[in-house]
């Protein structure tokens, strides 16, 4: 057998973050973005995973979507939260031009519900 790979560290890998963010998760949905958060470390970067069902096409079309959703993930600029994120698409979210899924993805990840904003948590300066 060979060495395991390294997890990338922005990327949720275990169960148990799954359970937390079905059983308990924030949830927002703007248009066909769904966005779950729930509450981790303030000392550990944020986590991601995406939901891409087999509604929104064929394999080719699923890991297009996806790459583009790991893209505005990566390049956004706003302030995250610590914990774990799980965005969901569903079919309308493959047609959609870059800007406006972009600005869906956006707003969503704005919205989940966070009391303040990140700089004036406990923990965070």
Do not use: C
């Amino acid at each position: 057998m060979g060495a395991r790979r390294p997890t990338r560290p922005w990327h949720i890998r275990d169960r148990r973050t799954f359970a937390d963010l079905r059983r308990s998760g924030r949830r927002t949905k703007r248009g066909p973005v769904t966005v779950i958060w729930v509450d981790g470390d303030p000392y550990q970067p944020p986590r991601v995973a995406y939901a891409i069902g087999r509604s929104v096409g064929n394999a080719v079309q699923r890991n297009r979507l996806r790459r583009r959703l790991r893209a505005i993930v990566s390049d956004r600029k706003a302030a995250w939260w610590p914990g774990a994120y799980l965005i969901g698409a569903a079919p309308p979210a493959a047609v959609l031009a870059w800007g406006e899924l972009r600005g869906i993805v956006n707003e969503a990840l704005d919205a989940v519900g966070h009391p303040d904003p990140p700089d004036r948590r406990a923990g965070r300066r």
